[in-house]
C-alpha cells in the first residue's frame, strides 16, 4: 500500500528554521502532486502548500508565503517544506499528503514542529 | 478565498443513528468537495470525493451529496467506530480550504 513517512519536526526558537521531509514509496511518485497539510493542537485541518509533479506549479497558503518553500525530488521520491522565520502559530503536526486531482487519497502519519523560546 | 461552513460543529448521537452534516461554501464549487474522517492522533481519512462518489473500502454507510455550495455527508447507521472528527475540503480553487470540523461524540 501507498506510504507516506514525514520527518524532520521537532523544537525550534522563534524566527528559527526547519526543514520537512516526506518519503514516499509504493506508488510512482513522480505521477502525483504532492501538498503539506497541518493542523495545530486541538484545532482544525490548515492546508499550506501544492506542489504540481513536475514541480514546475507551486502554491502557499497566505499564512506562510514568503516564509516557506515546497519541493520535491523525484529521483529521491522525496517532498520537502523548508520553514524559515518560524512562528509561535506555526505550532503543528504537519502531514504530506498525495493529490489525485480530486481529493487527497493518502496521508503521511504527520510530524510535530514546536515553535518555543 | 472560498470558505467552507460545517454544520453542526458539535453531534452527539447513538449507535444505530443515522446522522447528517452539512458543508457550506461561501460560492460556488461545482461537485469538487470531499470528506474526511479523523480519529485522536491519527492522520484524516478520505471517505468520499467528487462530492458523492465512495472512496475504496469505505463501508457503504457513508454517502455523499450536493453540488455548488450545498453538501451534506449522512451516515446511515452509527456504528462504534464512526465516532470521529469529520471535515469537508474543497478542492476547486487554491487554496485548498477545510470545513472547520464536526465532532461526532457519543451520546
Known amino acids: 500500500e501507498v506510504q507516506l513517512v514525514e520527518s524532520g519536526g521537532g523544537l525550534v526558537q522563534p524566527g528559527g528554521s526547519l526543514r520537512l521531509s516526506c518519503a514516499a514509496s509504493?506508488?510512482?511518485?513522480?505521477?502525483?502532486?504532492m501538498n503539506w497539510v497541518r493542523q495545530a493542537p486541538g484545532k482544525g485541518l490548515e492546508w499550506v502548500s501544492y506542489i504540481s509533479s513536475s514541480g514546475s506549479t507551486i502554491y502557499y497558503a497566505d499564512s506562510v508565503k514568503g516564509r516557506f518553500t515546497i519541493s520535491r525530488d523525484n529521483a529521491k521520491n522525496s517532498l520537502y517544506l523548508q520553514m524559515n522565520s518560524l512562528r509561535a502559530e506555526d505550532t503543528a503536526v504537519y502531514y504530506c499528503a498525495r493529490d489525485k486531482g480530486l481529493d487527497f487519497d493518502y496521508w503521511g502519519q504527520g510530524t510535530l514542529v514546536t515553535v518555543s523560546s | 478565498d472560498i470558505q467552507l461552513t460545517q454544520s453542526p460543529s458539535f453531534l452527539s448521537a447513538s449507535v444505530g443513528d443515522r446522522v447528517t452534516i452539512t458543508c457550506r461554501a461561501s460560492?460556488?464549487?461545482?461537485?469538487?468537495l470531499a470528506w474526511y474522517q479523523q480519529k485522536p492522533g491519527k492522520a484524516p481519512k478520505l471517505l468520499i470525493y467528487a462530492a458523492s462518489t465512495l472512496q475504496s473500502g469505505v463501508p457503504s454507510r457513508f454517502s455523499g451529496s450536493g453540488s455548488g455550495t450545498e453538501f451534506t455527508l449522512t451516515i446511515s447507521s452509527l456504528q462504534p467506530e464512526d465516532f470521529a472528527t469529520y471535515y469537508c475540503q474543497q478542492l476547486n480553487s487554491y487554496p485548498r480550504t477545510f470545513g472547520q470540523g464536526t465532532r461526532l461524540e457519543i451520546k
Open positions: 460560492q460556488g464549487i461545482s461537485s469538487y
Open positions: 509504493r506508488f510512482t511518485f513522480i505521477n502525483y502532486e
